[in-house]
């Protein structure tokens, strides 16, 4: 059984950053095609980015047109890690931060935004912009 940590979540001021990160356990995690989403109470969640495995330790990243320039996925496999650094932060970032995870192969770039298809999910962080 996978589990997913995340960490880094905070209160920032507009025009601030955070890095976010995400510890996996529980099996060989540089196979996994990872993500991030985020959720407002009452609203749909959202995808942010993801990193798909094309083959060997190289991954292919995808980002939702409203980050895209301001956040950027990475991943440490030695230490079952994946992050997000956002930049710019706005009062609209604020949410609840999830990362998820795959092992099954099925994530590609076309099909990474969507949440249904990930196995593993992180229990959230979250993070606050202040205007």
């Known amino acids: 059984q996978v589990q997913l940590v995340e960490s880094g979540g905070g209160l920032v001021q507009a025009g601030g950053s955070l890095s976010l990160s995400c510890v996996a356990s529980g099996s060989t995690f540089s196979r996994f095609a990872t993500a991030w989403f985020r959720q407002v109470p009452g609203k749909e969640r959202e995808f942010l980015a993801a990193?798909?495995?094309?083959?060997?330790?190289?991954?292919?990243?995808n980002y939702a047109d409203s980050v895209k320039g301001r956040f950027t996925v990475s991943r440490h496999n030695a230490k079952n890690t994946v992050y997000l650094e956002m930049i710019d932060l706005q009062p609209q970032d604020t949410a609840d931060y999830y990362c998820a995870a795959d092992s099954r192969g099925i994530i590609t770039r076309d099909n990474s935004a969507n949440q249904a298809l990930y196995e593993y999910w992180g229990q959230g962080t979250q993070v606050t912009v202040s205007s």
């Open positions: 990193q798909i495995r094309v083959g060997g330790n190289v991954y292919s990243a």
